[in-house]
């Protein structure tokens, strides 16, 4: 991957196809957004935009605190860096808030945004996930990375640690392996800071962009939840569903998301008038 330096921090990205640009922006399983870029529907259109944000991967590692504002930041220089001056925008899972945020921050750079179960922890059901995650979360706490984070993907995914193990491994070689490497980011740094972000409907009604929500069937119920806040905020938001698969959607069925998100991108065209 290519190297820019913002905001005193290094980024990896990569650049696939051509076309109006969309920023993909790393999520818990960073290499995550692999799958999408060898579906034609959005590799043959657009110039899509993969990223590691600054804790993962090659991208720089810096001590905490970094907020979901520093995120959205180090998102914003990238995409000065390549010259890009508006850009659809995605963000899976804890990346949501992040391209929230910089929607919020820098609407002249964000022509839409897609957003895949995004992690907004102020739904009522936030407080039973956390229990549940909780032995990942000792875990983490006694050392044990591997076990912390085999606790929280099962318990985003939804699916027995076997499967969803077998699933990552077949669509994003080493993914699981780098988000142990990246228990740090995720667990000192990534949770705290999301627990920690102040979004709601005063700061939504400041986005005015086109707003696609994309919900697996099979989803846990905190990203269920996440959807009528969506709609509660956003009243320009469009809904897509995923048959079969939850919060994996995109690693589980890059084709119908790709096809969805290039639907929804086309729809709403930079040259459209």
């Known amino acids: 991957m290519d190297t820019a330096t913002v905001n005193g921090v290094e ?18 399983v ?84 897609t957003l895949l179960e995004p992690a907004l922890f102020t739904v009522p059901s936030a407080d039973a996930f956390f229990k549940q995650a909780g032995p990942s979360l000792e875990a983490y706490s006694a050392g044990d990375h591997e076990r912390a984070v085999a606790g929280f993907l099962n318990a985003v995914s939804g699916l027995d640690w076997e499967t969803c193990q077998a699933v990552i491994d077949e669509h994003v070689p080493g993914g699981i392996a780098q988000t142990v490497k990246d228990a740090d980011t995720l667990f000192g740094i990534e949770l705290p800071a999301i627990s920690a972000w102040a979004f709601g409907p005063e700061q939504a009604a400041a ?24 709609h509660s905020w956003f009243p320009q938001v469009e809904d897509c569903t995923i048959e079969g698969v939850g919060h994996l959607l995109h690693i589980q069925r890059p084709q119908p998301v790709a096809r969805a998100m290039a639907q929804f991108l086309a729809r709403n065209s930079m040259t459209a008038k």
């Open 30 to 113: 960073p290499r995550g957004f692999l799958p999408l870029l060898s579906q034609p529907a959005l590799a043959d259109r657009y110039r899509l935009i993969r990223y590691h944000r600054r804790g993962w991967a090659g991208s720089t590692h810096t001590l905490p605190p970094v907020s979901i504002a520093d995120h959205a930041a180090d998102a914003a220089g990238l995409l000065d860096h390549l010259g890009v001056r508006r850009a659809h925008v995605a963000g899976h899972s804890n990346s949501g808030p992040v391209v929230l945020q910089l929607a919020l921050d820098r609407p002249d750079l964000v022509h839409t945004l």
């Open 207 to 230: 986005i005015l962009k086109p707003v696609l929500s994309v919900l697996g069937t099979e989803t846990v119920q905190l990203f269920v939840e996440g959807r009528p806040l969506l």
């Open 11 to 28: 980024l990896e990205y990569e650049i696939i196809g051509s076309g109006e640009p969309v920023l993909l922006s790393s999520p818990a």
